[in-house]
């Protein structure tokens, strides 16, 4: 019976203490008044001095609490309580109070640190997931001052803050964003919390229904695979959508119509209930899918105003371009970073309302006008390098190629003199064959076959080495609906790190290898390092320099410098698909301005020879931009810049119209063409 007794009161203290610091407190408390009892009755029995129970237990109390009393007592008895009250309250009032205050402090630091405070913030930048896109995407987003103060004043609101969440939160996690975010870092604009999308409570914490506007990035490296991850991401809109529901929020429908209105009517923001400007609708989400099959679930998933970004058919786009038109990563490098000097903005101009495009030229002094982006039933629609006869309608916006969103300013009135615009002709490619080597093996490799799938008049041998077997790379194909009609596909099991492998598929036979990043290894680093030691083995066969184009994917834009650049060129994707997310979060119309530059069909970007167009050289044997731009035109082209070289240093994007190059067989016009 006592051995039970002793074990409920040891039980009942252990729950008290791991309740909480307050449990402990009120246990250490009731400790003290129990020993200044004590104290008190010993000290009233054998000491002297005291005349009721009361002064004793507070003389206990006062010699318990202050070690500086125990001088003024007189008589052994009463020195000898006094010394050993002085003693425990050592040990129990000042040792004991300062471990559970430390000790509560420690885990309210600690619980601060993994982010689990729910954050109350309007209009604020909300990213949903820690990967190799995120830190890219914080630090794009913090680099564009002008379109953050744009989507600030449309959202209602005056500062920007940039909410994190992650799994796991912690000071190692914060330091590592810092340190990749760089010199623009700022405390005070960006939030960590911990959490996944995937549970409703959690996007509570981080206050997603406040937000202006989502991100959800995607990883090559998540366990299971991409196909694992767009099943997060879908999972992820529908939690959304459940977020608002759970919260007594709108529909997803009323929330679509509510955006469209908005979007088309005001540029204020939207009254609703709550507190939140954003409360009276489901906030845009900009999300990364791997396969672009899949993107009519996602929209499924989240009827409120959605934009993906299809990262397979994007990146393959650009690696078939790339193949097609050598140079061109220097293009979509100045365009889709902050490291280089244009980029593209889109701006309204009602005052042009109802001109044919055609008699624009020449209107925009500091940028070039690629079209317009128009809003249609199901979001919006681009027409870059429209027709002649196309005609401006506002609230058309206006898409230009510019150093920033003040360039994109329209000269007050037009030239005096049109441009005459023709219509493009066929692709200079028609029959043309290209003997084409992909090392390696990704999720992107089945839409990079089937984007050269889509150039029906030109003929692809490709052929493929990588350890997966080839048996697997085929109904890997078959399951993406691969044409294989117009091209050859070789399959060959090897590794890319064996030169004896590479020397098996003679390279140097081919027109263009290209070097593709690993998504089954454990990360980027070890992808990258893969990556490079092929390329480094490239080298060392000796092949003739500029016989074979050779183009290299990174996932890691750190390792970039670790590649000469003057012997291949260089990829970074995550780089290139964090600047879509960022981008198109802060200006939406920008997603359908990159579907149609970097997926099949429409607009494109390319090379031709200055020699092409009918323009006479000055007596020193240059020529003015606007006179190329002027040519271009007539030719039914846009003329985005020129190159005078391979190098990147040796583009020049939207010059300026006055300035002059020579006419060397060596000079290309940057141009963009619809082929008909």
């Not at 074990?7 to 009120?26: D, I």
Request: charged content about 25%; overall charge negative; some cysteine.
């Amino acid at each position: 019976m006592l051995a039970r007794a002793r074990n409920r009161l040891t039980y009942w203290t252990e729950r008290s203490f791991v309740r909480g610091a307050q449990y402990r407190l009120l246990l250490i408390a009731a400790l003290i008044g129990l020993i200044s009892i004590l104290g008190g009755v010993a000290v009233l029995a054998a000491g002297t001095g005291f005349e009721s129970a009361s002064e004793a237990v507070w003389w206990a109390f006062l010699r318990l609490t202050d070690p500086g009393y125990l001088g003024d007592d007189v008589g052994a008895v009463n020195r000898t309580i006094s010394t050993i009250l002085t003693v425990l309250g050592y040990v129990v009032f000042l040792g004991a109070l300062v471990a559970v205050m430390t000790q509560w402090l420690d885990a309210r630091m600690e619980r601060l640190e993994q982010g689990l405070t729910p954050v109350a913030r309007d209009g604020h930048v909300l990213v949903l997931g820690l990967t190799n896109r995120t830190h890219a995407i914080v630090r794009e987003v913090l680099l564009s001052e002008g379109r953050v103060r744009r989507f600030l004043r449309r959202h209602g609101t005056r500062d920007l803050h940039i909410v994190v969440m992650a799994e796991d939160v912690n000071a190692t996690v914060a330091q590592d964003l810092r340190d990749a975010v760089g010199d623009v870092w700022d405390e005070e604009k960006v939030t960590l919390r911990s959490g996944t999308p995937l549970r409703v409570e959690h996007l509570s914490r981080v206050d997603s229904l406040n937000a202006a506007v989502i991100i959800v990035p995607g990883s090559e490296f998540e366990e299971g695979g991409v196909g694992r991850m767009d099943s997060r991401t879908v999972k992820t809109l529908l939690s959304l959508k459940g977020d608002a529901a759970a919260s007594g929020g709108p529909t997803a429908e009323s929330a679509e119509a509510s955006s469209s209105e908005r979007d088309s009517t005001s540029r204020g923001p939207s009254a609703g209930h709550g507190t939140g400007p954003m409360a009276s609708r489901l906030p845009l989400v900009v999300a990364e899918i791997f396969d672009a099959r899949k993107m009519s679930i996602a929209r499924k998933a989240y009827r409120g105003p959605l934009e993906i970004v299809a990262s397979d058919a994007i990146v393959s786009r650009l690696l078939a371009q790339n193949v097609r038109h050598p140079g061109l990563s220097h293009v979509y490098h100045e365009i889709l970073t902050h490291e280089g000097g244009c980029e593209i903005y889109v701006r309204e101009h009602p005052e042009l309302d109802g001109l044919p495009f055609d008699a624009l030229g020449g209107a925009f002094p500091e940028s070039v006008v690629l079209g317009v982006v128009r809003r249609g039933e199901g979001g919006y629609v681009p027409h870059l390098n429209p027709a002649p006869d196309f005609r401006v309608a506002s609230p058309d916006r206006f898409v230009h190629l510019a150093t920033s969103y003040s360039g994109a300013v329209y000269a007050g009135r037009l030239p005096e003199q049109s441009w005459p615009r023709g219509r493009p002709g066929t692709s200079k490619f028609a029959g043309v064959e290209r003997r084409i080597l992909v090392l390696g093996w990704n999720h992107k490799v089945p839409a990079l076959l089937r984007e050269f799938a889509t150039y029906r008049d030109e003929r692809f041998s490709i052929r493929v080495l990588s350890r997966i077997p080839p048996s697997r790379r085929v109904r890997n194909l078959e399951r993406h609906s691969v044409n294989a009609s117009t091209m050859s596909i070789d399959h060959v099991e090897g590794d890319i790190a064996e030169i004896a492998d590479l020397l098996a598929v003679k390279p140097e036979e081919h027109d263009a290898v290209l070097l593709v990043g690993s998504d089954r290894v454990q990360g980027d680093e070890e992808s990258d390092a893969r990556t490079i030691l092929a390329w480094l083995l490239l080298n060392e066969l000796g092949q003739p320099e500029g016989s074979t184009q050779t183009i290299v994917e990174l996932l890691d834009p750190e390792n970039v410098r670790l590649v000469d650049t003057s012997r291949g060129e260089v990829i970074i994707s995550p780089l290139i698909l964090s600047h879509m997310l960022a981008h198109v979060a802060l200006r939406p119309e920008l997603g359908a301005v990159f579907q149609e530059l970097f997926t099949a069909g429409g607009a494109e970007i390319t090379f031709r020879p200055l020699e092409a167009y009918a323009i006479e050289a000055a007596a020193g044997g240059t020529v003015a931009f606007a006179e190329v731009q002027r040519a271009a035109h007539a030719a039914g082209e846009i003329a985005l810049g020129l190159r005078t070289g391979p190098r990147a240093e040796d583009l020049f994007l939207n010059p300026p119209s006055e300035s002059r190059y020579p006419t060397g067989r060596h000079v290309q016009v940057v141009t963009m063409v619809t082929f008909v």
